[in-house]
């Protein structure tokens, strides 16, 4: 099961997916006070991570007295656990309940539903 992030764990794993490089603790402290103007101290940032690390989507290893930070999902696999989540939660697992319930409602076109229909068959 994916744990949702906040909208400031996500922005911390925004920095990680889009340059997919990993990160010091100073490096991160330097990025977000000086370049996202964030006033963060030390134990702000700290506690973000270790959330981020204990819901699974970050990791780190020790390098010395370093800490050294890199995302453990990809945006794209992170994406695919909530998709999964909502479809457990929601329509049992079972993404033609989903489809049903979208396809039953107004919010597509009938264009939209052929094109759906469509990727679900070439998958």
Do not use: P
């Amino acid at each position: 099961m994916a744990k949702t992030m906040s909208k400031t764990e996500y922005e911390i794993m925004e920095h990680f997916w889009n340059t997919g490089e990993e990160f010091s603790f100073s490096e991160l402290m330097v990025y977000f006070n000086e370049e996202e103007h964030r006033e963060w101290k030390k134990q702000t940032l700290n506690t973000f991570l270790m959330r981020l690390i204990q819901k699974g989507i970050l990791t780190f290893r020790k390098e010395g007295k370093k800490s050294i930070y890199r995302y453990k999902l990809s945006k794209a696999e992170y994406e695919t656990r909530c998709a999964e989540d909502i479809l457990d939660e929601n329509y049992g697992g079972k993404l033609k309940n989903f489809i049903a319930a979208l396809s039953g409602s107004d919010k597509l076109t009938e264009q939209e539903k052929d094109k759906l229909f469509a990727y679900i068959e070439e998958k």
